[in-house]
């Protein structure tokens, strides 16, 4: 594949504009991304400028602190559906996985997948949050509860993603479930090296600087 095929092209900053959501769907037609990655009030946007466009559109649910309730995150899932989305990347509850309420955390990442369907689940660990152990825990619940992807980060934690996160995530999903490295990745060489680590997607807003 070529390093446009791995690209979420990504803006979730809280002062994007109408007018800045367009650019980024018009680059990511232009250079052929695989999807944009946007929050919720621009799916329906996004899915409108990507319309007769092979450029998938993710939502971004719980984000990014993933402290608001399962219901919060369902009702977020209904309506970024109802818009359009084709994916949709999920905090999990960090707070709940710290205090070993594994159950917690399953659960609601099956809920959602159970939502969803047959549309991507990309489960975000907040790895700058987590130790080895919490990680590998993490990634097994993931799996558990029916995930397609397990992603490092938000890209708005202490900070994105690492080889070592992406290692001991691979070492726990195998060719089971996906990996999508965010945060941080910004040039063609660091990206293809979490490409060589097993990454299958990179969410970055520098998708332009990668491919050129």
Do not use: W
Request: net charge negative; hydrophobic share 40%; with cysteine.
């Amino acid at each position: 594949m070529a390093l446009r095929d791995y690209i979420d092209h990504t803006l979730l900053k809280a002062t994007a504009t109408s007018d800045q959501i367009i650019d980024l769907c018009k680059e990511a037609k232009s250079h052929q991304f695989f999807a944009v990655c946007v929050n919720g009030c621009y799916v329906s946007l996004a899915k409108s400028e990507l319309e007769h466009s092979n450029v998938s559109v993710a939502a971004v649910i719980g984000f990014p602190l993933g402290a608001m309730s399962t219901r919060s995150k369902l009702s977020e899932v209904r309506d970024c559906l109802d818009q359009g989305a084709d994916e949709i990347d999920m905090v999990i509850n960090i707070g709940k996985l710290k205090e070993g309420d594994q159950s917690y955390v399953e659960e609601e990442i099956a809920s959602i997948k159970k939502l969803i369907g047959n549309n991507t689940l990309k489960v975000i660990l907040e790895t700058c949050y987590l130790n080895e152990e919490e990680i590998r825990i993490c990634c097994n619940l993931a799996m558990r509860a029916g995930a397609d992807f397990v992603k490092t980060s938000t890209g708005f934690g202490t900070r994105g993603a690492t080889k070592e996160d992406v290692i001991i995530m691979k070492d726990v999903v195998g060719e089971k479930v996906r990996i999508k490295a965010s945060g941080g990745i910004r040039d063609a060489q660091t990206a293809k090296e979490y490409i060589d680590l097993g990454v299958d997607r990179i969410g970055t807003s520098s998708g332009i600087e990668i491919v050129t």
